[in-house]
């Protein structure tokens, strides 16, 4: 019975969920750019302050905050969101790239006769299949080793993922299997067989979950909720809210242009805080009684050589020395490794701590047959995830399973938690909620199941062999070879000749560092098109360089600077100014502190 459950999902196929985005020949003009570009961030902001109310304001422009937008302009709202910083600056950016499909929820159900838990199995799956496929570009399946070094891991481990793919039925990836420790070592080569702690190698169970890259995801459902009619600015700080003289009820905020200075009031029947971490500030803007419900950990993840994975291959510890789980994965021509699991304070800029580095590097060491080293250390970010309190509980330390929603007395809705593999649920939950609260009236039922964000509408697995065949001009310098063919389409999906023409029609052809693909198009690219407003907003979110390799991003900055400057009207101080900050910003990357 369960496994019917799993394999019919009839709102996914229902027809009255379908919807059909524009073909790609009513995207590009003749020449190859977009035929009706999404608004610049000025035109953005006038609209913010000459609207006279928008259905919905959504304060945060994380993964639930742009994907509530989407939603919600998707469904007829007139929708606005504001962002402090820059679209997914926060904790949206600094995931471990990996959409699950709820393995660890299935183990907790079966070990504490849970079913709420194989609900949230059954969840996971039908949200990691929809990211799939609604971000062809940004995403794909990744097989997961698990190294099995006892016994009795290889009958529990393969058992439990047997369990695991009858439940996921169609919405399942690929079926799990046992390798051998031949087989195992054969795919992994630099596996350890030989473990310290643990033993001689038995064996591994392979699995497969969705891997994508958060940021751009992140970016490019704002953009989808842009060209869907949303209001969407970054760099727009919320400094207080407006509430209804008469009831108290909260109709809007008056928010601060970080780039100007200048404050204006944007008014609105309803108002969502999706603030993640920083939500408690929101709710206390609204209620300054209200009990605070974050409660904030923080992640680490450092960026190794691609030697150290295996490209097409992951692999999970599932139990460090003292009791945590850490993956192994290959990202971008890289090497991810992570995560760590500590108490923190809430911070806009977390940085990692030389301890967190050293645990995660310890903890593959005891699996990798290959000399772990500190200086391959060549990025490190910290996130800061946003556990949620119990607000029901007198117990404060009782965290909320999955994500919350809730209403406060005067009529402020917050959505808080969870994690990016259900964001497209939660933002259709939060949605529900503020049509409720606000008494709004959508045009259309939730479109989100099947709505393809920008660039994926006219992306296939061979466009990277088209952009390449198209666009290789032989002998000349910055000629775009197959890997960086390869870079575009996974990052920018069917936008790809959007970049490769301005490449051409600019002469912005070369790299931005040597050894990366990243092209100097790009940051033209970005700026007219993806609400790039400075070298951070490139280097660590339009492109991923300062995830990656902390030096070339230096390496790039100069030129970075110099095309924004061009594109974006900078003088000489602004650039001066980014060029400082830029410098700043890719410390946090760099060095561990010693905290």
């Known amino acids: ?210 891997q994508f890259n958060d940021a751009r995801l992140c970016l490019l459902l704002a953009c989808t909720a842009a060209e869907e009619g949303a209001a969407v600015a970054n760099y727009t700080e919320v400094v207080d809210l407006l509430k209804d003289e008469d009831t108290g009820r909260v109709r809007g905020a008056k928010c601060r242009d970080k780039l100007t200075g200048r404050t204006f009031e944007v008014r609105a029947r309803q108002v969502v805080n999706a603030c993640g971490p920083f939500s408690d500030a929101v709710r206390q803007m609204s209620d300054p009684e209200a009990r605070a419900l974050v409660a904030p950990s923080s992640g680490v993840h450092i960026t190794l050589p691609d030697y150290y994975s295996v490209e097409g291959y992951g692999m999970i510890v599932p139990k460090t020395r003292d009791g945590r789980v850490v993956f192994l994965l290959p990202w971008e021509g890289h090497t991810i490794a992570g995560t760590t699991d500590s108490e923190s304070e809430i911070t806009f800029n977390p940085r990692p701590s030389e301890k967190d580095i050293r645990f995660i590097l310890e903890a593959i060491e005891d699996y990798l047959s290959v000399k772990v080293r500190r200086e391959d250390v060549s990025s490190a970010w910290s996130g800061i995830r946003p556990l949620i309190s119990n607000p029901d509980s007198a117990n404060t330390s009782e965290l909320v399973r999955d994500h919350l929603i809730m209403t406060d007395r005067n009529g402020l809705v917050t959505i808080c938690g969870g994690k990016w593999t259900t964001y497209r649920l939660m933002a259709e939950q939060g949605v529900d909620r503020a049509i409720e609260e606000g008494k709004l009236s959508p045009k259309g039922a939730c479109r989100t199941p ?59 052809g070369h790299r931005l560092a040597r050894g990366h693909p990243q092209l100097e198009a790009e940051v033209a690219y970005a700026a007219r098109y993806e609400y790039c407003t400075g070298v951070e907003d490139f280097l660590a979110r339009r492109t991923r360089l300062a995830f990656l390799d902390a030096r070339a991003a230096e390496q790039a900055l100069p030129r ?19 060029l400082a900050q830029g410098k700043e910003m890719l410390k946090t990357f760099s060095q561990g502190t010693t905290a």
């Open 1 to 210: 019975a369960l496994a019917v459950v799993a394999l019919v999902d009839p709102e996914e196929y229902s027809s009255s969920n379908i919807l059909v985005r524009r073909h790609p020949s009513d995207i590009f003009d003749k020449r190859g750019y977009p035929k009706r570009p999404v608004p610049t961030r000025c035109e953005q902001i006038q609209r913010l302050k000459q609207e006279e109310e928008f259905d919905l304001l959504i304060i945060g422009g994380g993964a639930t905050g742009t994907g509530m937008a989407a939603d919600a302009a998707t469904r007829g709202l007139k929708t606005a969101v504001v962002e402090a910083n820059d679209f997914a600056s926060g904790t949206s950016s600094r995931s471990t790239k990996l959409a699950h499909g709820g393995v660890r929820y299935l183990e907790k159900a079966f070990k504490n006769f849970d079913y709420s838990q194989l609900h949230l199995v059954f969840e996971a799956l039908s949200e990691r299949k929809r990211l799939l496929r609604n971000a062809p570009h940004l995403s794909r399946q990744l097989p997961i080793m698990t190294p099995c070094y006892h016994f009795w891991e290889v009958p529990y481990f393969w058992a439990g993922m047997k369990v695991y793919d009858t439940l996921a039925g169609r919405q399942g990836l690929t079926w799990s299997r046992y390798l051998t420790p031949y087989e195992a070592v054969r795919q992994f080569p630099t596996l350890r067989t030989e473990n310290v702690h643990e033993g001689t190698l038995k064996g591994s169970i392979v699995y497969y979950d969705g």
């Open 450 to 508: 099947s709505l393809k964000v920008v660039g994926g509408d006219g992306y296939h697995l061979g466009l990277h062999t088209e952009i390449a065949q198209e666009y290789v001009v032989p002998h000349r310098p910055g000629a775009i070879d197959t890997r960086v063919a390869k870079h575009l389409t996974a990052a920018y999906g069917d936008r790809a000749r959007v970049v490769t023409r301005i490449a051409e029609d600019q002469g912005l």
């Open 560 to 578: 970075v600077v110099a095309i924004l400057g061009k594109e974006l009207k900078w003088g000489w101080f602004r650039r001066r100014k980014e």
